[in-house]
Nanobody, 126 residues
Framework: VQLQASGGGLVQAGGSLRLSCAASGGTVSRYAMGWFRQAPGKEREFVASISWSGSNTYYTGSVKGRFTISRDNAKNTVYLQMNSLRPEDTSVYYC????????????????????WGQGTQVTVSS
């Protein structure tokens, strides 16, 4: 399956963006999905993940209460609504499909995810 992330851009601090991750060449409806981000000179870090049904979500602490991950399995698409953006949110954002089941814990590490999208740049100005 190929993943295509979109929706990034330049926004002022306090603003909002909604990222989309569209899957093609297969369905992701039976997989947990996630978003990661990578700032220049830093390692790629986990942002949020969502179970295949959408009933479970998990966030890294720095985005909790500001970002919302959701999905529309009929459209084979996952979203990341980002509100109250901060300059430190500036990164390339990547979506990915999980290769582990959401059983004992949500997928949060890079090793938990298989297919990756190409990334979309989010820049937050102060």
């Amino acid at each position: 399956v190929q993943l295509q992330a979109s929706g990034g851009g330049l926004v002022q601090a306090g603003g909002s963006l909604r990222l989309s991750c569209a899957a093609s060449g297969g369905t992701v409806s039976r997989y947990a999905m996630g978003w990661f981000r990578q700032a220049p000179g830093k390692e790629r870090e986990f942002v949020a993940s969502i179970s295949w049904s959408g009933s479970n979500t998990y966030y890294t602490g720095s985005v909790k209460g500001r970002f919302t991950i959701s999905r529309d399995n009929a459209k084979n698409t996952v979203y990341l609504q980002m509100n109250s953006l901060r300059p430190e949110d500036t990164s390339v954002y990547y979506c990915a499909s999980s290769r582990v089941r959401w059983d004992a814990r949500p997928p949060t590490t890079r090793a938990d995810f298989g297919s990756w999208g190409q990334g979309t740049q989010v820049t937050v100005s102060s």
